[in-house]
C-alpha cells in the first residue's frame, strides 16, 4: 500500500481540470495557434487563454493585462528577479531576501551576485517568521528589489506580505512574492498587500505540471527585461506559443481552488490535527515552525533518535519529503531548517507530510501505522529508544 502524503511537491489533477484540458486537446475547434487571430480556430484558441487570464487574474485581484503566462513558478521566479535586477540596475545593486526561500529565488540570486549585486539573506526567528523589523533595517538607498515566499514549501510557515509589501512600497523598492504554496489556500490581493510581481504555478492547485504565470503590475509600469524573446508573445515579456490545454487547466484550477478555499482548509486542517496528535502519541517529535502561523496542509516534524536516511528508507510506503522536492536526491540536512537553527541532525531526521483535497482520514490512520511501527524499531536498532 502506497500513501500519497506530498501535495506541497505537487498535487494529484483535479479531474474537473483534466475533463477541461481533455476537450481542448481533442475539439477540433481549438487546435489553432492562439497568436493565429486572423481565423476562427486561432481566436477560438485565443478566447479561452483569455478566459483564464481573466481568471487567474480574479483570483489575485488584478487585471487581466498583468498576468504572463510562464512554464512554471520556477521560470516566473527567475524572470521577476533578472527581469526586475536587470531593468533597474543604474538605480541599484542591492537585493533583500531570505535564507529560507525557495531554490528557484536563491539559485537566481546567487548568479546575480556573480553580476555585481549585493543580496541580503533575513534569517528567520526559530518559528520560520522573518519580522518585518528586519527588512526594514535592511533596505538601503541601494536596494531596488524584495523577494519573499507567502508560504514556505518545507514548513508551511506564513509570512506578513502584506506588512513587507507596505515597507516596500514606501522605499520604492519593487517587491516580488513566491506565492506557489498560497495561491488558493490563503487570500491574495496584489493591490491591498502592495505586491510588483507574484509566481503562481499550476501544479501545485490540482492543475497541470509545466504551466504558471507571472502578475507584473502595469500601473504605474515597473520595467522588466525578458528572458526568452522571439514572436514578441505575452507582452512582449515571455515569447513561445501559448500551450491552450495547459492555460486552461491552470485558469480552472485556481478558479475551483478559489470556490472551494474555505472547506478544503477545514477539511484537510482537521486531517492534519488528527495526524499530529497520531505522531506526538509516538513520542520524540518536533514541530518545525510556528504552531499556528502556517497554512494546513504541511506539517513538518523532526523524530529525535532516527537517522534520516534510515527513516525514509523505513517509510517506503509513505510518499513524504525529507525537504523540498527540488533537493530529492541531497545528503545534505534542509537548509531551511539549518536557518531555524534545527541541528543537522535533527534537520536530516525531519519529514514533510503534506495533504489536499484527495487525502482521507483512512490515510492518514495508515500513515500513522506505519510510523508507530517503523519509529519504535528504528531507535531500538540504534540504541535511542526514548522513554
Request: with cysteine.
Amino acid at each position: 500500500m502506497n500513501i500519497y502524503l506530498d501535495y506541497a511537491a505537487s498535487t494529484p489533477l483535479d479531474p474537473r481540470v483534466a475533463a477541461r484540458m481533455i476537450e481542448c486537446l481533442t475539439s477540433a475547434e481549438l487546435q489553432g495557434n492562439p497568436a493565429s487571430v486572423t481565423h476562427a480556430f486561432g481566436r477560438r484558441a485565443r478566447e479561452l487563454i483569455e478566459q483564464a487570464r481573466v481568471q487567474v487574474a480574479q483570483a489575485i485581484g488584478a487585471t487581466p493585462a498583468s498576468i504572463v503566462w510562464t512554464s512554471g513558478a520556477t521560470e516566473s521566479d527567475n524572470l521577476a528577479l533578472f527581469g526586475a535586477a536587470q531593468f533597474h540596475a543604474d538605480r541599484g545593486k542591492h537585493i533583500i531576501s531570505a535564507r529560507t526561500e525557495h531554490k528557484a529565488v536563491l539559485e537566481p540570486l546567487k548568479k546575480l551576485e556573480k553580476q555585481g549585486f549585493k543580496v541580503t539573506y533575513l534569517k528567520p526567528d526559530t518559528d520560520g517568521i522573518v519580522q518585518p523589523e528586519q527588512l526594514q533595517a535592511a533596505i538601503t538607498d541601494q536596494t531596488v528589489l524584495v523577494s519573499l515566499m507567502h508560504v514556505n514549501n518545507e514548513t508551511g510557515v506564513i509570512q506578513d506580505i502584506a506588512a513587507m509589501g507596505q515597507l516596500c512600497r514606501t522605499r520604492n523598492v519593487l517587491f516580488h512574492v513566491d506565492a506557489a504554496q498560497s495561491a488558493g489556500r490563503l487570500p491574495i490581493d496584489v493591490n491591498a498587500m502592495h505586491i510588483d510581481l507574484l509566481s503562481l504555478t499550476a501544479h501545485k492547485i490540482y492543475g497541470p505540471k509545466g504551466i504558471g504565470a507571472l502578475y507584473v503590475r502595469r500601473q504605474p509600469t515597473l520595467g522588466l527585461e525578458p528572458m526568452i524573446v522571439g514572436g514578441g508573445h505575452e507582452f512582449g515579456l515571455r515569447a513561445g506559443t501559448l500551450a491552450t490545454h495547459q492555460i486552461v487547466g491552470f485558469g480552472t484550477a485556481l478558479q475551483l481552488a478559489i470556490a472551494e478555499c474555505e472547506t478544503d482548509n477545514a477539511r484537510v486542517s482537521t486531517l492534519r490535527e488528527r495526524l499530529w496528535q497520531g505522531l506526538q502519541a509516538v513520542g520524540g517529535v518536533e514541530l518545525n515552525g510556528h504552531i499556528t502561523q502556517r497554512v494546513p496542509g504541511i506539517l513538518n516534524v523532526a523524530f529525535q533518535g532516527v537517522e534520516g536516511e534510515s527513516l525514509m528508507f523505513a517509510l517506503h510506503e509513505l510518499a513524504v519529503s525529507a525537504g523540498s522536492a527540488c533537493a530529492t536526491g541531497s545528503d545534505e540536512a534542509s537548509y531551511v531548517l539549518r536557518a531555524l537553527g534545527r541541528s543537522d541532525q535533527l534537520a536530516q531526521s525531519s519529514l514533510r507530510f503534506s495533504l489536499g483535497r484527495f487525502t482521507t482520514e483512512a490515510d492518514i490512520d495508515a500513515a500513522l501505522e506505519i510510523v508507530a511501527r517503523e519509529v519504535p524499531r528504528l531507535r531500538a536498532l540504534t540504541g535511542q529508544d526514548l522513554p
